[in-house]
């Protein structure tokens, strides 16, 4: 049998597909040799309460109490929802293809500068 010159992709969505917004990752190498990216959305944490004084007409004020907890100025929340984990033929593939993707980007940017 011959092989085709041409092979044909076709790309399936769930009806609850809906990419995630990431500003970050972590991982490593597993035991299995296997590379293991986990992907996270970091920002301030929230409070658990905050009290505000309320004015004439139920218009909200100022905070009145601390906000719960404490330390939310200095707590950094790292949500972790979503992960992969590659082998090293496949991230190398998509690291090739990332590049791509970067490189073009630039020149795009450049040429709007």
Do not use: C
């Not at 085709?4 to 040799?33: L, T």
């Not at 004015?55 to 905070?63: R, Y």
């Not at 490189?103 to 500068?113: A, G, M």
């Amino acid at each position: 049998m011959d092989k085709p010159d041409k092979i044909k992709f076709k790309y399936i969505f769930k009806d609850d597909y809906n990419p995630k917004y990431v500003n970050g990752a972590f991982g490593g190498i597993s035991p299995q040799g296997e590379i293991v990216v986990n992907f996270y959305l970091e920002r301030v944490a929230l409070p658990r309460s905050q009290t505000y004084s309320v004015n004439e007409g139920m218009v909200l004020s100022e905070i009145t109490a601390e906000r719960e907890p404490g330390d939310h100025e200095t707590s950094i929340v790292r949500f972790v929802e979503n992960g992969i984990v590659l082998n090293l033929a496949h991230a190398e593939d998509i690291h090739r293809w990332l590049g791509e993707h970067i490189k073009s980007l630039k020149s795009n940017l450049k040429k709007n500068v």
